[in-house]
């Protein structure tokens, strides 16, 4: 038989288990609007949570005074889908892509605004002191993951929706084990809608492209 003394800190355990929470989200598979699984190789459209004169998507500007390389912007219309994207993470597991790890994200098509560059890979730029933001821009490197290479990684982030419809946020970290120091990518309307680093989030679903690629699990 348990003495009192036992019996109190086996229940304080117990308690403990429940109530504690973990520091970091354990990673599972990105679902589509059609709560498929989220592949490797797919083209998908990151958009709205809205339909109809809420619609938007992801898409390509020219730089901020028409400079190259191209910037990552949220554009809205009715039907408007915005640019293909595909998801590259460091690790996956049986080709599917999950949340809380580290990927490159690409355009696959769509115009470059005749800048000549080698990448749609998206990447973080350098800091504009006169806007007080960091642009997400374009031109980045696809793989090769380390510390020179940390602008081109992010990381999506589920924030609401259900387990088949789940609603996604994107999220940057120069220093991915200091939580401290990643931020949100939100919408900068002043700059015409171009992506920034942010405290506000811009949440979307991700689409499929049925136009290109395989099937789906």
Not at 38 to 62: C, H, K, M, N, T
Not at 112 to 124: A, I, Y
Not at 193 to 208: A, D, E, P, W
Request: hydrophobic share 40%; charged share 15%; aromatic share 14%.
């Amino acid at each position: 038989m348990k003495s009192p003394s036992s019996a109190l800190i086996a229940l304080s355990f117990f308690l403990l288990a429940f109530t504690t929470k973990p520091l970091v989200s354990l990673p599972i598979a990105l679902r589509d609007g059609n709560g498929d699984k989220v592949l490797v190789g797919q083209d998908y459209f990151i958009r709205s949570l809205f339909w109809g004169a809420g619609e938007g998507g992801v898409l390509a500007l020219p730089g901020l005074n028409n400079t190259c390389p191209v910037d990552v912007a949220w554009g809205t219309g009715l039907f408007f889908r915005g640019i293909p994207v595909r998801f590259s993470p460091v690790t996956d597991i049986n080709g599917v892509v999950n949340t809380d790890t580290n990927l490159n994200i690409k355009f696959t098509e769509g115009p470059l605004f005749s800048c000549n560059q080698t990448s749609t890979v998206w990447r973080v730029g350098d800091y504009q002191p006169w806007a007080g933001k960091w642009f997400i821009t374009t031109d980045g490197i696809e793989g090769e993951f380390g510390p020179e290479t940390y602008p081109n990684w992010f990381y999506i982030k589920k924030v609401g929706g259900t387990c088949d419809y789940p609603f996604y946020k994107l999220v940057h970290c120069p220093c991915r084990n200091s939580a401290a120091l990643c931020s949100d990518v939100g919408i900068s309307y002043e700059y015409g809608g171009r992506l920034v680093l942010s405290n506000t989030s811009f949440n979307f679903i991700i689409i499929k492209n049925r136009e290109v690629g395989h099937s789906q699990e």
